[in-house]
């Protein structure tokens, strides 16, 4: 018995010291940063000079300012908004994909084009369709249809801008949640909706009571998954327009760009990690229930 103890607990420190060089790298890398931004947002960050400490100073220069809040009400918009989006649209096109029809494989892999393509492509894609001068939106909405009166440009259009990024998010980012949508689907039981129809339940009560609680912790998932993703979006948004900050792109702007105030870019960057943090903990609780 003794034996027997002593080879567990030999096996378990092998793999304690087999892990240990993988978990102090990637701990490294996790921590440091964080620990180092923590730091530098107490002080005012200087590239000439040597580093001021500043206590709380940066902190209240962000909450004071009123382009952090219009940033973050736009970030929730955008967050709120292709979550939405792509949850949606994947969860229709995953009940679409699961039907059998003629070329079924075919359509399922051109699905996933908008995702595997290089971002800077399908961007640079788009800026040209809403161009307002040679883009083809414009052309079919003002002189084919006559929607408008005369062209505009969507995307320089601070306004505008916003819903033309939250509709690409979701077209370049819905094949994700079609995909994991699809894989669950294809592992309900059959014989379920069999003893439904036998039952007499219909579509929209199959779809309800059977398919929806199947797909809720697929679904719980996934909007954890996109919400985290697009709270941290930078390159698409900052790719197709110059004219909407989210916080990524102010956090940019703050620390890098004019008056370079790393400082303040270290206590954005902070601050958006504990907005995260909290949401995540809350959502984890609340929602999945883990």
């Given amino acids: 018995m003794k034996k027997t103890r002593s080879l567990e607990q030999k096996e378990a420190m092998l793999g304690w010291w087999l892990v ?43 909450v004071s300012d009123p382009e952090f809040w219009r940033s973050v009400m736009i970030t929730l918009v955008y967050v709120v908004g292709t979550t939405l989006g792509t949850t949606l649209v994947g ?14 494989g075919l359509v399922r892999s051109l699905i996933l084009l908008p995702y595997v393509a290089p971002v800077f492509s399908v961007v640079y894609a788009w800026k040209f369709i809403f161009d307002p001068v040679n883009g083809i939106f414009m052309d079919v909405m003002v002189e084919r249809l006559g929607l408008f009166e005369q062209r505009f440009n ?19 980012n819905f094949p994700f949640t079609y995909l994991m949508i699809l894989a669950r689907l294809q592992a309900i039981d059959k014989s379920m909706y069999e003893a ?48 909407l900050k989210v916080l990524s792109i102010y956090t940019y702007f703050k620390a890098f760009v004019g008056v370079v105030d790393l400082g303040q870019g270290s206590a954005l960057v902070i601050l958006q990690f504990a907005l995260l943090i909290g949401f995540i903990l809350f959502y984890v609780k609340k929602v999945l229930k883990w």
């Fill in 91 to 104: 969860l229709g096109v995953a009940i679409v994909m699961n039907k059998t029809f003629p070329l079924r």
């Fill in 196 to 243: 439904a129809d036998v039952d007499g339940a219909g579509r929209w009560q199959q779809f309800r009571f059977i398919t929806m609680p199947e797909l809720y912790f697929v679904l719980g998932s996934i909007v954890l998954l996109r919400v985290i993703w697009n709270f941290n979006k930078f390159e698409d948004i900052f790719l197709l327009t110059d004219n």
């Fill in 20 to 62: 240990l060089p993988a978990t102090i790298i990637i701990l490294s890398l996790i921590l440091y940063p964080i620990i180092t931004n923590i730091i530098s947002s107490f002080f005012k960050v200087s590239l000439m000079d040597r580093d001021t400490f500043v206590g709380l100073e940066n902190y209240r220069n962000i």
């Fill in 154 to 172: 969507l995307i320089g259009n601070p306004e505008t801008a916003l819903w033309v990024a939250i509709v690409f998010s979701i077209w370049k």
